[in-house]
């Protein structure tokens, strides 16, 4: 059973990577639906090949799931999950309500992706995987699997490396703060700086064990050929 899962999980993220085309034409429009199975669009069943315009809701039902393209992304909603869709200064964004995302994009503007108070979205213009979970009321679970992704809350920027995840806290209470261990991402090895302080940063984040991202390099390594993007 769980090399099943990863096998659609390699099938998903093997389309994220598919080189993006042109979205719909249609004024307004900010995406095309790529892929549905039990997904809808305001409420309405969303079929292959549905216009999504600014402000549309995504969702999807426990076993479903929905692939948007946008001009050079691709958004994939998983199962159980709820998202916005909307358009900030020419970019696409979507807003995760409930469950998990994934992205998949070609240049540093393509897309970016809000998920509470923060802001996920490539660091550069190399191609990026980058994928969010929500955990709780102020928990997120980020990943980075492929390229690099820049993680924002307010004036508080870090950078997530590939092939890292984070457990991050919005918000952190005191406690959270004194307890967070120096920062080990991409943006900050080799620092010497110590724990962050509450009331300056505005999350902390926890390193999740390489143990636990055995699904994302297998979906890595599985997507390994000469002809990918």
Not at 36 to 59: E, H, Q, Y
Request: aromatic share 6%.
């Amino acid at each position: 059973m769980a090399r099943s899962r990863e096998i659609v999980a390699a099938f998903f993220v093997s389309c994220l990577l598919m080189t993006p085309v042109w979205g719909a034409t249609t004024t307004g429009a900010l995406g095309t639906v790529v892929s549905s199975d039990g997904a809808s669009v305001g409420g309405a069943g969303a079929a292959v090949g549905t216009t999504i315009f600014n402000g549309d809701r995504l969702s999807t039902a426990d076993m479903g799931s929905m692939q948007l393209r946008t001009q050079a992304a691709r958004f994939l909603l998983s199962a159980a999950s709820a998202a916005t869709v909307n358009e900030d200064g020419g970019t696409p964004t979507a807003t995760l309500l409930r469950g998990s995302g994934t992205f998949s994009t070609s240049n540093a503007n393509a897309f970016a992706l809000n998920a509470l108070t923060a802001v996920i979205k490539p660091q550069s213009d190399a191609p990026t995987i980058g994928q969010v979970t929500m955990l709780g009321e102020k928990q997120l679970l980020v990943k980075s699997i492929r390229g690099s992704l820049t993680i924002t809350v307010g004036d508080d920027s870090r950078v997530i490396a590939e092939g890292e995840a984070y457990r991050i806290v919005l918000d952190p209470s005191a406690e959270e703060a004194q307890d967070q261990p120096p920062p080990q991402g991409a943006g900050a090895k080799g620092s010497n700086k110590g724990p962050l302080k509450a009331g300056t940063s505005k999350f902390v984040w926890y390193a999740i064990a390489l143990v636990t991202l055995a699904t994302v390099f297998a979906i890595h390594k599985g997507l390994e050929s000469p002809d990918r993007p």
